[in-house]
């Protein structure tokens, strides 16, 4: 089997602080890209790991108490701009994406899910039960807009099950193979929000790993450089983002070889 193809794409962007981001930065406003990944699977075809924004997420956000969200990072994306469009300018239908890996449930990460409708989706029950029962203002408070999810999205998950990790992936030592062949790996970071993944992506030319929100930037990705305490303090669980964030750093110090995309910065190149 060849292996998995990795396409760092983005889906809007948002505005934000920089100061907040990072402890130190200028407090200027700064626009992220709403990063999410294609991944060209030789079996499974197109596979999305998130979808950044989406027209539903948009929606929801004009709304109270979703404009709430957007106040506090407003959202740039155009028409053109969405999962959805990108694919289809390369060719994939909607129906041709059977499989989401979601890293968790923010907006700006499942805000296109709705726009594939035949698509499984993968995560970590740990990242749903927590926001399973919030609607209104509790959920906004989460970043979590309900109205993102299809209304079959329980019936379409399908939980990820950790087990010991290969000896290669350490400091991991749990980990999902998501497709049961090796070919995707699933490794835990959560804190930042309740049970999010982050992937380990075997490439030909060297191992991908797709480290969603464990750091703002690549950066800060591969040495310490925390953000603001402001930012900390909206953390679902901050002792356990502290600790996802050194697990990612000692993982990508053990693979010089590997390269890094985080959800809100450019994709790293190979190194
Ligand atoms: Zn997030």
Redesign the pocket.
């Known amino acids: 089997m060849s292996p998995v193809r990795v396409i760092p794409l983005q889906a809007g962007d948002c505005l934000n602080l920089a100061a907040i981001t990072e402890r130190g930065a200028p407090w200027r406003v700064q626009a992220y890209p709403a990063g999410f990944a294609l991944l060209l699977h030789p079996l499974h075809g197109p596979v999305l790991f998130d979808t950044g924004y989406g027209a539903p997420a948009l929606q929801a956000m004009r709304r109270w108490p979703g404009v709430l969200y957007g106040l506090v990072t407003p959202v740039r994306l155009r028409p053109q701009d969405t999962a959805r469009a990108q694919l289809a300018v390369m060719g994939f239908a909607p129906q041709e994406v059977r499989h989401i890996i979601v ?2 449930l ?1 907006a ?2 499942v805000g296109g899910l709705r726009d594939f409708p035949h698509a499984t989706f993968h995560l970590d029950r740990a990242a749903y039960e927590p926001l399973r029962p919030l609607r209104g203002l509790k959920a906004v408070r989460r ?1 979590f807009l309900p109205e993102t999810l299809p209304g079959d999205f329980e019936a379409r998950a399908r939980w990820l099950t950790f087990q010991a990790a290969p000896a290669e992936l350490a400091p991991f030592s749990q980990v999902a193979d998501v497709f049961g062949d090796g070919s995707v790996w699933a490794a835990p970071l959560p804190g ?2 309740p049970g ?1 993944v982050g992937l380990l992506v075997p490439e030909a030319r060297g191992l991908t790993v797709l480290a ?2 464990a750091a703002w930037s690549v950066r800060a990705a591969r040495e310490v450089h925390p953000p603001h305490p402001l930012a900390r303090a909206a953390f679902f669980d901050p002792a356990q983002e502290e600790a996802s964030g050194a697990r990612l750093r000692a993982f990508l110090k053990a693979h010089p070889g590997a390269r890094v995309q985080v ?1 809100h910065d450019a994709p790293e190149s190979w190194p």
């Open positions: 890293s968790h923010h700006d990460h970043a930042h929000a999010m969603a929100d959800s």
